[in-house]
Structure formats: structure tokens, C-alpha cells
């Protein structure tokens, strides 16, 4: 078996194309597995460090203002699909699956073009424009949340599998977790806290007004923050500014390599609300404070957080809306009230599909023998 992966440019739409590939090596160890992205994209970080190779296209998304970069995107968005082509001609794969991002677009319009089955994945409650382009060329459509098929017109190839996560998410307990990285049994409630890889200006404002407001009061409270790296100077001089270093419960690190041993730790995640992220809170049943970013494509990410609100698993707090007084709130709120918190464990859980992996094999199994 040979397959092209197709998706990039954040983690969001990396980490699911990385999932799908480990699930087919598992399932077919000799298959042959390469990706396309960027040059500039997270793909050249993830995917080596995966032992997967990587083709690269050039291709990039429209600005929405008024800018000279749209004549080059009109210029790529007509020469990337030729370009997609030889690729295609030369790795002759038996299928090709994109996971989103503009980048997928080229390679998946050019494998309908030349008869080489393919499907995209969608993480994200709306549909981003690379999918909605391709929509009616793919064979199949697999969506993460229910809710896409109804902003799809190419409703009767959908097919809801849930998100894809590597093995490493949901292995180890609570308690495992919190021996493994040596939080003190005193600790009682840990709150975890981050705003992606790179960092988000007002989430580490909001979860260093936490520990100032909050944490600092409470001996049996741990929260731990990720800066992120290219906004941990400024949250750190922000956290020494109101002498939080010399806190025992507060902990502001630069990036977190291993989230899923974190996550397992905590009581309670403060988060952005990617799709990655959120399926991720669901296969732990961790109840969530979620501010999604208000700067992404189509605001999907508070569409992601109002599926989740809805359903009760989360609490929904816009950026518009953040203030010291708004983010104590809510932490109070869930970390006072233990019913509240296995409430909203129970509910999130619903939205896990642990079995995500297997149904997404099973549908490229299908599709090929079609």
C-alpha cells in the first residue's frame, strides 16, 4: 500500500495526518508513507522527527485584505496543481488523504483529476476552505464533529469518524501522571494551563491573573503554565512582576513536550479550543475553561467551543470577555464545586471516539477496494 499525506501548516493539521499514518503502519507494516506540505509550515518539525518523508508544493492562502501576496496565491493556486501532479506521477501512490490546510488542496484536486481514490479529514465543526473546495472531488469526506455534514454540500460523503490521536494520549492514570512528574501530594487540585506552541498574549495574562488572584490563596491548589515559546519572555516578566516565582503552586514553563502526561495530571485545562486539543480533553474527560482564538480562520475555534459548551463539558469564555475578575470566576467555579466537575468529565467524554483510528482504516480499506 502507498499513500500520500496531505495537510499542514499548524499542529492542528499535522497531528491528525501523523495519526492516520501510524494507524496504517500498524495495520500494514510495508506500506509506503510520504507527506506533502509547505517550507514554512510545522510539518518540517513533526514529520521527520516521525521517520516519515516530506514532499514540499508551494502554496499559500489568500490574504483577506487588499495585498500584493494575493497575486502570488493567484499564481500558486494555478501552477500547484500541475506541480501536485508529478508528484503524484512519480510516488504513485495508491491513495491520497488530506487533513486540511491549504496545502492539501493542490494534491487532492490533482488525485481527482488523474483517478487516485482520496479523502480529507476535517478536525473542525466548520469546514475550512480547502475542504469545502475539494468537497465534491474526494471520494469520501470523514468529519470529526457531527455537526460538518450540515455545512457540507456533499452531504452523502460523509462519513463522522471522530479525530485521530496517537497512542500516547489516554495511556497513563491520574495518578501515574502526577507521580511521574513529582507534584506533591498536598497538591490536591491541579490546574493546567496553555495557549498552543507558540503562546497567546491574553491566555497567559488570564492564567497568570489565576495564580496572582487565586492559587496564590490556596495551599492545595498547583497550576502550570505554558508560556509558549515565542511569548514566554513577556509572561515571564509578567509572573516575576508580581512574585509568583517564589510560589511553590505556581509553575510558568516555556513549552510542555509531554502534554499528555500534564493533561492526565489535572483537574482542570485552561485552553485555547483547537480541534487537536478538545478531542484530546474528551478521551481524558477533563473539564476545560476554553477561550478560543478569536484570530483564526472563520472564528472555527469558538464554533469548536460552543459544540462542546452546549454539550456541557466545557465552559465557553470569549476573549472579548476576559478579564482577571471573568477567569477566577470560572476556575472557582469548577474547582469548588467537585459535582460540577464530574458532570462536565461525564459530559465531555461523549464526545471522545476512542475508536476513531480503527474507523478511519476501516474507510480507506473500503474505498481502496472499491
Known amino acids: 500500500m502507498r499513500v500520500l499525506l496531505t495537510g499542514g501548516g499548524t499542529g492542528g493539521h499535522v497531528y491528525p495526518a501523523l495519526a492516520i499514518a501510524d494507524m496504517i503502519k500498524m495495520n500494514h507494516p510495508d506500506a509506503e508513507i510520504a507527506f506533502v506540505g509547505t517550507k514554512r509550515g510545522i510539518e518540517n518539525k513533526l514529520i521527520p522527527a516521525a521517520g516519515y518523508?516530506?514532499?514540499?508544493?508551494?502554496?499559500?492562502g489568500i490574504r483577506r485584505s487588499l495585498s500584493p501576496a494575493n497575486l502570488k496565491t493567484a499564481y500558486l493556486v494555478a501552477t500547484s496543481p500541475r506541480k501536485a501532479k508529478k508528484l503524484i506521477e512519480e510516488f504513485k501512490p495508491d491513495l491520497v488523504i488530506g487533513t486540511g490546510g491549504y496545502v492539501c488542496w493542490p494534491l487532492l484536486r490533482a488525485a481527482s483529476t488523474m483517478g487516485v481514490p482520496s479523502m480529507v479529514h476535517e478536525s473542525n465543526a466548520l469546514p475550512g476552505v480547502a475542504v469545502r473546495q475539494v468537497q465534491k472531488r474526494v471520494d469520501v469526506i470523514l468529519t470529526n464533529f457531527e455537526e460538518t455534514a450540515k455545512l457540507l454540500k456533499?452531504?452523502?460523503?460523509?462519513?463522522?469518524?471522530?479525530?485521530?490521536?496517537?497512542?500516547?494520549?489516554?495511556?497513563?492514570s491520574r495518578e501515574e501522571a502526577r507521580k511521574k512528574l513529582g507534584i506533591p501530594a498536598e497538591k490536591r487540585f491541579v490546574i493546567l494551563s496553555f495557549g498552543g506552541s507558540l503562546g497567546a498574549p491574553r491566555l497567559n495574562e488570564a492564567a497568570i491573573d489565576v495564580m496572582r488572584?487565586?492559587?496564590?490563596?490556596r495551599e492545595d491548589v498547583l497550576h502550570i503554565h505554558s508560556g509558549g515559546s515565542r511569548q514566554y519572555e513577556n509572561a515571564k516578566a509578567l509572573?516575576?512582576?508580581?512574585?509568583?516565582?517564589?510560589?511553590?503552586?505556581?509553575?510558568?514553563?516555556?513549552?510542555?513536550?509531554?502534554?499528555?502526561?500534564y493533561m492526565a495530571a489535572a483537574d482542570l485545562v485552561i485552553c485555547r479550543a483547537g480541534a487537536m486539543t478538545l478531542t484530546e480533553l474528551a478521551m481524558m474527560g477533563k473539564p476545560a475553561i476554553l477561550i478560543p482564538s478569536p484570530n483564526v480562520t472563520d472564528n472555527h475555534q469558538y464554533k469548536n467551543a460552543k459544540v462542546l459548551a452546549d454539550g456541557e463539558g466545557a465552559i465557553l469564555l470569549e476573549e472579548k470577555d476576559l478579564t482577571a475578575e471573568s477567569i477566577c470566576d470560572a476556575v472557582r467555579l469548577v474547582a469548588e464545586n467537585e459535582a460540577l466537575r464530574k458532570r462536565m468529565s461525564e459530559a465531555v467524554r461523549r464526545f471522545a471516539r476512542a475508536d476513531a483510528g480503527r474507523r478511519i482504516y476501516e474507510e480507506i480499506i473500503t474505498l481502496l477496494k472499491k
Open 213 to 217: 488572584d487565586y492559587v496564590r490563596s
Open 53 to 60: 518523508s516530506l514532499y514540499h508544493i508551494e502554496i499559500q
Open 154 to 172: 456533499a452531504k452523502d460523503r460523509v462519513v463522522n469518524v471522530g479525530n485521530p490521536l496517537r497512542k500516547s494520549c489516554g495511556t497513563i
Open 239 to 261: 509572573f516575576d512582576s508580581y512574585g509568583l516565582s517564589e510560589d511553590r503552586g505556581c509553575v510558568l514553563k516555556d513549552y510542555i513536550y509531554d502534554m499528555p502526561t
